[in-house]
């Protein structure tokens, strides 16, 4: 069972990245999948969530329209587009996943640092 995160770099500040979450070991795609980060000296915010039917889309109101998440079941993926970077996106982000049912799983990728200078 693992989530590996890719993607990850330094970025100026207006510019855009794309991470990857590949996913292995479990049924991707019955699993709500999430993109968190976590800034240093800050709390883990949740940043955007997919359902796995990819039907319903949530976003952090501090990325909405800036960040869109999307994900291949085909391919046990899950991504993060994120335009318009601003310095305080500057975070390591980690995918997580969510079973369905009644026992809740719960899985967590290493993380990626994403850095963007202004």
């Known amino acids: 069972v693992q989530l590996v995160e890719s993607g990850g770099g330094l970025v100026q500040s207006g510019g855009s990245l794309r991470l990857s979450c590949a996913a292995s070991g479990f049924t991707f795609s019955t699993y709500t999948m999430s993109w968190y980060r976590r800034a240093p000296g800050k709390e883990r915010e949740l940043v955007a969530a997919v359902g796995s039917g990819a039907g319903s889309t949530s976003y952090a109101d501090s990325v909405k329209g800036r960040f869109t998440i999307s994900r291949d079941n085909a391919r046990n993926t899950l991504f993060l587009q994120m335009n318009a970077l601003k310095p305080e996106d500057t975070a390591v982000y980690y995918c997580?996943?969510?079973?369905?049912?009644?026992?809740?799983?719960?899985?967590w990728g290493q993380g990626t640092q994403v850095t963007v200078s202004s």
């Open positions: 997580n996943g969510i079973s369905s049912g009644v026992i809740r799983l719960s899985i």
